[in-house]
């Protein structure tokens, strides 16, 4: 699986203790509440055999009370903890559309949190796969001309052709689009 998007949530918490200093509060610890979800990327294809490593990272900032607790970009690490199989209405779809590789959905547990300052922060939280689709909300488009249009419609094919020749996935999806077929 690549560019999988997690949604983990802390079951036990993650917390460490601060460093204290004459500048810092002396009550100073980092403590991230049970039940917050960790949007996570798995930057690498992984196996989905239980007990499998990875490697992955928060695309979405977590923060407090009044203070930002895990940047965006903080490096996770974690387990495979299960792979049960996907439920019957999807594995039937799968079947009519021709697919008949296993479907499995990974769950996976995350045991520790690296800060883009190198602290390493251990944490107990366990998530599964969510859909990795993003949606963006734009005001509505202004009536242009046919030349306008074919012109905008011309510069996004051109984009999309370079997104996908450029994309450090791509052997991961023709590796996925072959399966299908």
Known sequence: ???????????????????????????????????????????????????TSFRGRLIEPVYGPNRLLLPAGTITEGIVSATPAADRSTRVNARLDGDFTPLRVPVIRVTELVLPSGRVLPADAVGGMRNAATISFARHPQKRSIEARVKVMLHQKIQQVHDTAHDQHKGDRIKQLLYSQ
Not at 14 to 19: E, G, S
Not at 38 to 51: A, C, D, F, H, M
């Open 1 to 51: 699986m690549s560019l999988a998007l997690f949604a983990v949530c802390v079951s036990n918490g993650v917390r460490a203790q601060v460093q204290k200093t004459d500048q810092m509060d002396p009550s100073a610890s980092l403590a991230v509440p049970v039940d917050v979800p960790l949007r996570i990327e798995v930057t690498r294809t992984i196996n989905l055999k239980p007990g």
